[in-house]
């Protein structure tokens, strides 16, 4: 091929590099899917066990535990199930109109409990399980985040979407205090249905798909500035055949290290969220009242702190500033930082309040404290100061968690490289989806046999490896580095006559594996 043909191509092959950017309108549309799938799970909290109740009064805490874990149990099938459908079809409009319909199906057979004659507590349990499924759509959205932006745009498109994810958690629970006026049991629609304080949500969710499924068929195009597909080399004009893409495979290593990242953020989330007014309610001396609300308070707080976290990486860029390895890690010591704080260290002094069961009171005071005909290790456990625990937890996890979400999702991205991402992405969802459901149980168990301290132990010790994986691996926490492969290319100046050709372009690739500096020109390097 004559040298200025070679050199046509290479400058063709350039522009159209240069030409890819972020489709911020899909971006948008992905962040408020992202809200509604996440918001499937949390709308239920306060409503879930006493509807249950409700319906059926033979239902106990081990039936609930199971339909509260069963969501995530659907979350775990599916997730990698819509990430490797994503890939095969090249697309993920198609996967997330099915996890859609799933979601509408769930909240559907979820308004018509009360109209079943069989036991009501198995169809809830169904219920849930079609919603869990269904919401494994989410892991697609924070695919085409990754994969729809252009390198230097990253951050803030994972920003977005796991924004809208957060929101989607958080504003659950508020969307759920909208309806109890309606109270129970409601008023009947069609002689049939009825809408009260507990099906109400599920009206709502259903709503909300059936929305989201509208935006994503008039507002959403699949538009990606992050993939080089290295089947399109075959459709390419025949002069074009001469210059195929290669890429390269991804460090398994570091994909691994990103998946137990995942598992142990949810882990400890889950955990805390799950023993935090039972830790109040026994280490604080409250009321079941008093806990529940400054528990709510806290969490308040932390979305707060969570949504100017997403503000500063949306409007401030703030990977600029700290990249993302650095940023991982500092989130990891941060929440072994927390449990060091709040720990019932013995050298504090005094003790936790301690009552029995045996005890006489009136029937308008409550027990308060740690029972100690209940738990054999009242006598030894040192009070936390309340206001290091509730500062403690609002700051870090209010800064950590949003942050690992961010920089985790864009560096796993990045080490993947730009390529499908559906599986991978999928498996990341479900090693948080299977945090959330092991979580609970454990923690329960060392909680009630061996109190906090044992609790904490494990939480540590779990962040610990955690840590130690990404200072040991700290090397391999990079970028992919893509190339283009160019058969028989001579080029100009005489330094290579064949070899690889690294095009970089809006900071998309980094052929030296440094993810600290985003490349910000457009060149060619050739390596002989």
């Known amino acids: 091929m004559p040298k200025a043909d070679k050199k046509c191509i290479l400058k063709e092959e350039q522009t159209s590099i240069d030409e890819q950017t972020t489709d911020w309108a899909s971006i948008y549309v992905a962040s408020v899917l992202s809200f509604v799938g996440s918001a499937q799970f949390s709308i239920y909290f306060s409503s879930l066990w006493p509807y249950l109740q409700i319906l059926d009064s033979s239902a106990n805490e081990t039936f609930f535990g199971y339909i509260i ?8 099938f599916s997730s990698p199930t819509f990430g490797y459908w994503s ?75 796991t924004c809208g994810q957060a929101l989607g958690t958080t504003a659950g629970p508020a969307l759920q205090l909208l309806f109890t006026p309606l109270s129970y049991p409601g008023f009947q629609i069609f002689d049939m249905l009825t809408i009260n304080m507990y099906t109400a949500p599920a009206y709502l969710a259903c709503s909300m798909n059936f929305l989201g499924a509208l935006a994503l068929y008039f507002l959403f195009k699949e538009n990606y500035a992050g993939i080089v597909d290295e089947e399109d080399n075959e ?49 604080f001396a409250w009321t079941e009242t008093k806990a529940v609300t400054f528990t709510a308070a806290a969490q308040g707080a932390v979305g707060v702190f969570t949504f100017l976290t997403y503000l500063m990486y949306i409007l401030l860029k703030m990977d600029k500033y700290l990249n993302c390895r650095v940023s991982c890690m500092i989130s990891l010591a941060a929440l072994i930082l927390f449990h060091l704080v709040t720990y019932s260290w013995p050298f504090i002094p005094g003790n936790v309040v301690l009552h029995k069961n045996t005890e006489i009171y009136n029937f308008t005071e409550q027990h308060v404290g740690c029972n100690m005909d209940k738990f054999s290790w009242c006598e030894s456990l040192r009070p936390v100061n309340v206001y290091v625990y509730y500062v403690a937890y609002i700051v870090v996890i209010g800064l950590a968690f949003p942050t690992l979400n961010i920089t985790l999702t864009t560096l796993f991205s990045k080490i993947l490289g730009p390529r499908r991402q559906g599986t991978q992405q999928g498996v990341l969802q479900m090693s948080g989806s299977v945090a959330r459901m092991v979580g609970p149980i454990l923690i329960s168990i060392l909680y009630s046999a061996y109190g906090p301290r044992m609790a904490w132990h494990m939480e540590i010790i779990i962040i610990s490896i955690t840590l130690l994986l990404w200072c040991f691996f700290y090397g391999r926490m990079v970028p992919l580095r893509s190339v283009l492969q160019l058969d028989t290319i001579r080029v100009e100046n005489g330094k290579a006559e064949g070899g690889i050709i690294s095009v970089k372009s809006n900071g998309r690739i980094h052929p030296s594996g440094d993810e600290d500096k985003p490349t910000t020109t457009t060149s060619t390097t050739v390596t002989a």
């Open 87 to 161: 890939n095969r079809i090249k697309q993920v409009r198609l996967p997330l109109f099915s996890g859609l319909a799933l979601m509408f199906i769930g909240n559907a057979l979820y308004i018509v409990l009360e109209l079943v004659t069989f036991p009501r507590k198995y169809l809830m349990l169904v219920c849930r399980c079609i919603t869990g499924m269904g919401s494994g759509n989410v892991s697609l959205l924070r695919t085409y985040a990754s994969t729809a932006s252009t390198d230097k745009d990253r951050p803030k498109a994972i920003a977005y979407v």
């Open 235 to 283: 459709q390419q004009p025949e002069n074009k055949k001469s210059m195929p893409v290669r890429i390269p495979p991804y460090d398994v290593i570091a994909v691994l290290v990103c998946y137990a990242t995942r598992f142990t953020q949810m882990f400890i989330n889950t955990n805390l969220e799950t023993i935090g007014s039972p830790f109040a309610m026994m280490m």
């Open 69 to 76: 874990a069963i969501y995530s149990l659907g979350q775990i």
